[in-house]
């Protein structure tokens, strides 16, 4: 399917994916996010940062394994509300729940396990949206950009972790998006034993 008969397909997902997130600013500046608005704001970014940071890793497993090609066309858009998602976290968190208090935000990065590891996926993102644009895949080099947008990844693993960390009790759903994200990761790394394996033989005795 040629990329031209779908040009809105990432405007829409964009429009879609930041909808829940303009929902949730309206009904925070009405009040209306419940007795403790700021814990429901904080579940809500987080849980949606990590679900759509595991949509966007899911793009390349769902293209080899069904052959399409419009899951590679939306992955620079998912990841990019991944970030923004996990930034709107961020920033609860840091203004509306510790009124930027530095010292108290530094002292929970480094004593609170749950909290470190949510920062440090944080982190991990951060270059990961600035170097977004084909832009910096001509300035990096696409193997080397490659290598570095597999800390996506990375950060989807500590998001899992922060999530398991965070509910403590009943861990249901965290271990659910854990397992679709080792699924995605079998699929890539049997794409990759595969490709090896063709490289090898393809090598002369």
Known sequence: MASSKLPWLNPAIAVGGLAPLLQ?????????????????????????????????????????????????????TLGLLAFTYAAAHFLTYSVLDQGLDVRAMAEDVFTRPFITVGFTALMLLVPLAVTSTNKW?????FPRWQRLHRLAYVAAVLGVVHFVWR?????TEPVLY??????????????AVRKRRALATQRPA
Do not use: H, M, Y
């Not at 895949?137 to 080099?141: F, K, N, P, Y």
């Not at 509910?167 to 861990?171: F, G, I, L, T, Y």
């Not at 854990?178 to 049997?190: D, S």
């Open 24 to 76: 949730l600013a309206v009904l925070g500046a009405q009040g209306e996010l419940g007795a403790n608005g700021i814990e429901f704001a904080l579940n809500q970014t987080g849980l949606f940062a990590l679900a759509v940071l595991i949509a966007s890793l899911a793009c390349t497993p769902v293209r080899l394994v069904t052959g399409w090609t419009w899951p590679a066309r939306i992955r620079r």
């Open 137 to 141: 895949v001509r300035r990096l080099g």
């Open 167 to 171: 509910v403590k009790k009943d861990v």
């Open 178 to 191: 854990g397992a679709v994200l080792a699924v995605l990761l079998a699929v890539r790394v049997g794409e």
